[in-house]
């Protein structure tokens, strides 16, 4: 007669759920972060659900947050900084101690995020909050697809490689490995898309500035003049910057990983209990967790990153300045340079122009689209 034996030592066992397998062990899905039973056959890895569940995600924050997209973006050109300055100048503010000059500063940049918001949709209209809405969906749901597609899938192939089958084990280096990895194969694929965006973004404030008319008709046009005046490299102006963000999202999904295996042994501290009664209320609570560390992730990341936003930004808007004799040449010319120039010109304060708004549209939006992440993967019942 033979008996299955039960390890007691591994920390999976502190997820147990409910029911238990013949050999009486549990794992998390490496995914959704669900307790799930171990089976005999282990479930079929599902690598498409990941690309399918990061591009309804990308599509479905990037609509919600799109005027808060157009406003970042027009808070990091030099047009709006310069109206900015003019608008700070003619209100002076009086010198305060620290702790109280640094809560109404932030007061204030709110003040004007929100004035200027205001003040498109009164001269603009409502769709104005939506322009490049078209060209931003097309580069973000590629982008989110195939982040999330090369994370989820990296992430699980480095993890079968070096023998970490249990989720709740896997060390951050993986994760780290796996996000790294991402980010650069998203950043070389649609650097191009985000680059015709922010210049088509930008055109009309280059119009409005006395540098004539509109200088693009669409996004196709857009294209051929960038490729016919700056050849096909001109397209990946940016790309180094593009690299640099990689660290961002990089942290974001260490940090996210982090807080939501957190958020699983607590639940499995719970499971672990005999008297125990699981509650839809328990449902929610492990939901809004998760949605709540996709945020706060998203929020230490991008405020630890930020510059690297707005040097992009000015390197894909590729202003020019007047050299005498009628000529004219590109004020940014690479990365280091850019950096040098903004902190030169505007100081520390430039590099995060722009933040406030940034910060309002990527936070709800990682919320936004890490929880259609992990919503469609349970569809999918997917578990590696």
């Known amino acids: 007669m033979t008996f299955s034996t039960v390890s007691h030592s591994s920390s999976a066992q502190a997820q147990l759920p409910q029911k238990l397998t013949s050999e009486g062990t549990v794992i998390e899905s490496r995914e959704t972060g669900e307790v799930m039973p171990k089976r005999d056959e282990p479930p079929k890895a599902k690598p498409l659900a990941h690309f399918v569940a990061g591009g309804v995600g990308g599509m479905t924050a990037a609509t919600l947050t799109s005027p808060l997209d157009v406003l970042k973006t027009r808070l990091q050109s030099d047009f709006y900084q310069s109206q900015l300055q003019s608008l700070r100048s003619s209100h002076t503010v009086r010198p305060a101690p620290a702790i109280i000059a640094l809560p109404r500063s932030a007061l204030l940049h709110f003040n004007e995020t929100f004035q200027i918001l205001h003040s498109i949709y009164k001269h603009e209209g409502p769709r104005a909050l939506f322009k490049g809405l078209g060209p931003n969906l097309i580069g973000v749901v590629p982008a989110r697809a195939i982040n999330f597609y090369v994370y989820g899938n990296g992430k699980r192939i480095l ?49 409005e500035s006395g540098k004539g008319g509109r200088q693009y008709k669409n996004s196709w046009d857009c294209v051929k003049q960038t490729v016919r005046h700056e050849g096909v490299r001109g397209l990946y102006k940016g790309l180094s910057a593009s690299y640099l963000g990689v660290v961002e999202s ?95 010109e505007e100081g520390m304060a430039g590099l995060y122009g722009g933040l406030t708004p940034h910060l309002l549209r990527v936070v709800p939006s990682a919320a936004i689209m890490f929880g259609m992440y992990e919503v469609i993967l349970r569809l999918f019942g997917t578990t590696s």
């Not at 894909?316 to 940014?332: I, M, N």
């Open 250 to 344: 990089a942290s974001q999904w260490v940090l996210y990983e982090q807080m939501k295996m957190f958020l699983a042994r607590r639940e499995a501290a719970k499971l672990a209990d005999p008297a125990y009664v699981h509650t839809t209320w328990d449902n929610l609570e492990l939901w809004g967790g998760r949605i709540a560390a996709a945020g706060a992730a998203k929020l230490i990341a991008a405020v630890a990153t930020y510059p690297h936003e707005v040097v992009r930004t000015r390197l894909r808007q590729a202003p020019v300045v007047p050299v005498g004799g009628g000529k004219v040449h590109v004020k940014y010319t690479g990365l280091i340079q850019c950096f040098k120039v903004v902190a030169k």
């Open 159 to 207: 993890s079968n490689y070096l023998g970490y089958h249990d989720s709740m084990r896997t060390p951050w280096g993986i994760h780290l490995g796996a996000a790294a990895i991402a980010g650069m194969a998203t950043g070389t694929a649609t650097n191009p898309i985000w680059l015709i965006k922010t210049r088509l973004q930008l055109d009309k404030n280059n119009a």
